[in-house]
């Protein structure tokens, strides 16, 4: 039996530079939720830990957008993903300085932030 004629693959690959960004900021995201949790859970040790890696996530995420802004101007789902995750980030990051009652906007925006995290990977590799 013969199978269908393929589509030609696309060459729509995102540059490894963006992949590997992406992928620190994503793993700085769930990180962050790791340490997050700690802190609420009574370890107040933990709030440095959390605040100083969002610093480091906000700043992956900018050199992500830089990137893709380079790379990635022909895919504009993963542009304006990107772009769209450092702007999320960057308010998380202001509503968690701000404390106290933020914090009913910083853990809904969190997992927001978590799904868009893992579905810019998921979109480049589909092309």
Do not use: C, K
């Amino acid at each position: 039996m013969a199978t269908p004629p393929q589509s030609p693959a696309r060459t729509t690959r995102p540059h490894p530079v963006w992949s590997a960004l992406v992928g620190l900021t994503t793993l700085g995201v769930l990180l962050q939720g790791l340490w997050a949790g700690l802190f609420l859970n009574g370890g107040r040790s933990w709030v440095e830990v959390h605040e100083h890696a969002g610093e480091a996530t906000v700043a992956l995420a900018v050199l992500a957008a830089i990137a893709a802004v380079v790379w990635l101007r022909h895919r504009r789902d993963l542009l304006g993903g990107t772009v769209l995750l450092l702007v999320l980030l960057v308010v998380e990051y202001f509503l968690g300085r701000a404390g106290g009652s933020s914090v009913v906007l910083h853990v809904p925006l969190a997992l927001l932030i978590m799904g868009l995290a893992v579905w810019l990977p998921v979109a480049a590799r589909r092309g």
